[in-house]
């Protein structure tokens, strides 16, 4: 537990109950205080001092406290600015170590919070998606295999390599979609773009895209229960690949499906964008700028380094 200093009150209460004669562990025992604290006030009050005093000294000795701002150098400012400009983190910045900077994590966040040299709403978005007592109103599927089939089927899933989390972010006035796909160990981003947003476009996407890939690269996708997936028997028994769907209204359950959608989101793929208007390259290029970047839960690597130490024989250019 952090200590708490002597309150105003406390000390009053020391004073009087010196007067009264009580010792020090008694004054301890009645306060809820540890010895030393009381005995120090005992001696300061010995040397011909008051309380108020005493009390006087802690605040001038406070200002004297943590550690003083100190300006970064020029080059590490410009560093930083670069790397949050492409999307990375302080904690990212800090954790891979690509040039030594001179502070802390949590350092380097005050530093955005509280200084003029860094602005803060140039740092990923933060907060909930959703509102508390969200009701999921969305079409859903109507037969589907659950999550339990899917620990059934892949008992080390949480630690296995080739699952696939999948998800379509809508375009403008819902005409649109880009289809997401995220690969769990690795994080890699995958983003496609559909014809459509019907199931027979989504299918059509999925299926040109399965083609350009090795068998059995991915051994299953965990899709949310919208309608746009509603051909999943197709895609399943066409690429031999298993396909799980999430229960209604739990987004924790795809928890780097729906954070990484949030992410394209702020990096091109905005709300109020129709989809129809872009191509694939334009797609692919905002998945490979993410993929790019280090993340803390990967030890500081990208994304695309992970999934290719996993497939170190293969090239990645057919994959976004």
Known sequence: MAYTHLTMEELGWIDTYLTIGLSAPEISNR??????????????????????????RYKENKKSCGVN???????????IKEKV????????IIGRSEIKIECSIRTLYRRFKDSDVFDVTTLPMKGKRKPNGHKEKRGKQAFRRQLKDRKKEYPDFVNEFGHLEGDTI???????????????????????????????????????????????????????????????KTISNHHDVSIFFADPGCPS?????????????????????????????????????????????????????????????WKSSSLI
């Open 31 to 56: 306060l809820g205080r540890s010895k030393q604290p009381i005995y120090n006030v005992i001696h300061f009050l010995d040397e011909g001092n008051t309380i108020q005093d005493y009390y006087r």
């Open 69 to 79: 701002n100190k300006e970064l150098p020029e080059d590490q400012v410009a560093y």
């Open 85 to 92: 400009a492409d999307n990375w983190t302080p904690d990212v």
């Open 170 to 232: 809508v375009g403008l006035n819902h005409k649109s979609a880009v289809i997401t796909l995220f690969e769990r160990l690795s994080k890699l981003i995958i983003t496609l773009k559909p014809d459509g947003r019907k199931a027979k476009d989504i299918e059509m996407s999925l299926d040109f895209w399965f083609q350009n890939l090795p068998l059995n690269l991915f051994k299953s996708i965990t899709f949310d229960c919208g309608k746009e997936f509603s051909n999943w």
């Open 253 to 313: 359950q795809r928890g780097l499906n729906e954070q990484s959608n949030g992410l394209l989101r702020r990096d091109g793929l905005y709300k109020q964008m129709d989809f129809n208007t872009i191509n694939q390259a334009f797609v692919s290029s905002i998945a490979i700028k993410r993929n790019k970047i280090p993340r803390k839960s990967l030890n500081y690597r990208t994304p695309i380094e992970v999934f290719l130490g996993n497939v170190p024989d």
